[in-house]
């Protein structure tokens, strides 16, 4: 939903307009598609037969798009799900184009498939010329990319490391579990105090 300048109402929102409009997104390095219904359709009105309409429509287009978000009448971001939030989240970070990106723990709370979709979306977007600082838990997942590592434990870098220097068969989440004293019998063996 959109405002009306003049009136103050609420009205169906052209996303044409709003794409056409809005100059960062042209700074995402992706082409953006919109298909409306008309009349719009409202959340209230949707029922199993609106939902086939979408997913007919989704079937039909589905090679053709890398991706599909999926917004009807009154929704808002905050309605869309965990993985179409993660994106628009990720389009509207990168959109400013600064040299320096600070990101604390981004793939929280995220699946697999949307961890991975959001990687090829920042590997996509980045130039080349940014710096990124990420802090992460999903080691396995940003390893391949990646150019340094800082492992910390208990406050401090316990290793600074290049990962082009990594020896085949090496990894980042070893090197991390080395640098943290990480036993993996720890759990295995339960001893009497």
């Not at 697999?112 to 090829?120: A, N, V, W």
């Not at 085949?168 to 720890?186: E, I």
Request: glycine residues 6%; contains cysteine.
């Amino acid at each position: 939903m959109g405002k009306d300048p003049v009136t103050g109402v609420l009205e169906p929102l052209d996303f044409n307009h709003l794409v056409s409009s809005m100059p960062e997104f042209k700074l995402i390095q992706a082409e953006i598609d919109v298909r409306k219904f008309d009349p719009p359709i409202d959340s209230s009105d949707m029922d199993p037969m609106r939902w086939a309409e979408i997913v007919s429509m989704i079937a039909n287009n589905y090679n053709d798009y890398d991706g599909f978000v999926i917004l009807h009448g009154t929704d808002t971001i905050g309605q869309l799900s965990t993985g179409q939030r993660a994106r628009v989240e990720l389009a509207a970070g990168f959109a400013k184009r600064v040299p320096y990106y600070l990101m604390d723990e981004p793939f929280l709370g995220k699946d697999p498939f949307t961890r991975r979709d959001f990687i090829k979306l920042m590997s996509a977007t980045l130039t080349g010329g940014e710096t990124l600082l990420l802090s992460t838990h999903y080691i396995e997942d940003v390893e391949h990319f990646l150019d340094r590592a800082l492992i910390l434990h208990d406050g401090c870098i316990a290793e600074d490391l290049q990962l082009d220097t990594l020896e085949p068969g090496d990894s980042l989440l070893a090197h991390m579990a080395s640098a943290c004293h990480w036993d993996p019998k720890r759990y295995l063996a339960f001893e009497e105090e």
